[in-house]
T-cell receptor, first 113, second 117 residues
Framework: SQQGEEDPQALSIQEGENATMNCSYK?????LQWYRQNSGRGLVHLIL?????REKHSGRLRVTLDTSKKSSSLLITASRAADTASYFC?????????????FGEGTQLTVNP | DTEVTQTPKHLVMGMTNKKSLKCEQH?????MYWYKQKAKKPPELMFV???????INESVPSRFSPECPNSSLLNLHLHALQPEDSALYLC????????????????FGNGTRLTVT
């Protein structure tokens, strides 16, 4: 079962605007990751935030994590048409046998030129 | 381009066929994964191999049979599939250290688009 829920399901913005996507989860986590998927392609890792971190930046990406609310957000600043993709959060329940990444339902982002 | 290579890119098979999906990585990763993704849905974990041993099987039907011949290769053998098994099958790999609480991100291939007729 998927433990992550994302909103919005779809987001359409103009180039240059900021895009914010939210993710909520249900159980304790080791870390939370965000991935991007272009249509028909594999997923690309964007950023990982550990459970003891509150905020992380990478280029135009900013991720926050609130473990008390079991939620995370991904902010893409100054969006570009090339940012058009599906974005998934994934919670990592570290086990002795390996990573058990569980993906949220995803947000389809469309950036209009 | 991804560092995880999956072949074939597309596969059409009948319900009585036997086929295999292949995945290869040369990043020295010791954890490898199979995910299944239906259209407009998130990937769902099927299997995890750690150090070439099957460590997680998410109650996947036996018509899917994984195999890890060595640390660089991962196969998924398919037999007697159903039309509802049509999906994008994604392979991924990651670093994995048994005694570490650190988890590294997954590197995904571009998947095999499987159609079962």
């Amino acid at each position: 079962s998927q433990q992550g829920e994302e909103d919005p399901q779809a987001l359409s913005i103009q180039e240059g605007e900021n895009a914010t996507m939210n993710c909520s989860y249900k159980t304790s986590i080791n870390n939370l990751q965000w991935y991007r998927q272009n249509s028909g392609r594999g997923l690309v890792h964007l950023i990982l935030i550990r459970s003891n971190e509150r905020e992380k930046h990478s280029g135009r990406l900013r991720v926050t994590l609130d473990t008390s609310k079991k939620s995370s957000s991904l902010l893409i600043t100054a969006s570009r048409a090339a940012d058009t993709a599906s974005y998934f959060c994934a919670t990592d329940l570290r086990e002795a046998s390996g990573s058990r990444l569980t993906f949220g339902e995803g947000t389809q982002l469309t950036v209009n030129p | 381009d991804t560092e995880v290579t999956q072949t074939p890119k597309h596969l059409v098979m009948g319900m009585t066929n036997k086929k295999s999906l292949k995945c290869e990585q040369h990043m020295g990763h010791r954890a490898m994964y199979w995910y299944k993704q239906k259209a407009k849905k998130p990937p769902e974990l099927m299997f995890v191999y750690s150090y070439e041993k099957l460590s997680i099987n998410e109650s996947v039907p036996s018509r899917f049979s994984p195999e890890c011949p060595n640390s660089s290769l991962l196969n998924l053998h398919l037999h007697a599939l159903q039309p509802e098994d049509s999906a994008l099958y994604l392979c991924a790999s990651s670093q994995f250290r048994l005694l570490s609480s650190y988890n590294s991100p997954l590197h995904f291939g571009n998947g095999t688009r499987l159609t079962v007729t």
